[in-house]
């Protein structure tokens, strides 16, 4: 497994409560459980995980726009900074390519919806200039392809693009999301550290 020198490791992050609920957060065993169990490539090379990708897109909200962060949890003892270091440039890369990707998939539906718009187009202006009642059959058999070829092409222009979009929209976040590791003992006593909620006063009780 190929690891950065331990010069390009960074300080361990530290979790304060305020940013506690920021962000994803997925909870791990071991880093295995980013990638998949059928490739045996060096961490900066594995193929991630699909149980991985499905778990953080069903916990994945659209929010408002800036910073975003993927919090992965593991107990302690299984932690190795340098190892993270490559697993986070990993996931950076994994999202840029599939960014890559994403926009070549929305500009080739976009260069063939015009190719049938034109071709549609194309076709209804021949339907239209048939004298009428001179070639009837002819005009019923070019109409039908041509009218397809201009809802098929305004659908790749709108709909399909669109939908796209919103996959893409997806990728570039976690694109340009900061990835943290922290252990399970620091979650956990971030949390039993917070003092509890004040009771509210009777006076306050009464008017709500």
Known sequence: MDVPPASAAKPEEKLEFATAFKGIQVALDYYQDIFSDFDTAPYSHR?????????????????KPGEFEVRMTLPAKERDPKVEAVIKKRLKDYFILKLKEKDDEIAKKRRTAYVRIATGVLLMVVVFEIPFGQSLAVSNILSVPGWFLLWSGFENI????????????FVLRFSKAKYHFFSEEEISGVFEKQPEPLPVPISEQEHT
Do not use: C, K, M, W
């Open 47 to 63: 193929t991630i995980s699909n149980d991985f990708l499905g778990e953080i897109e069903r916990r994945y909200v659209e929010s």
């Open 158 to 169: 709108f709909d399909i693009p669109g939908r796209l979009a919103e996959e893409r929209q």
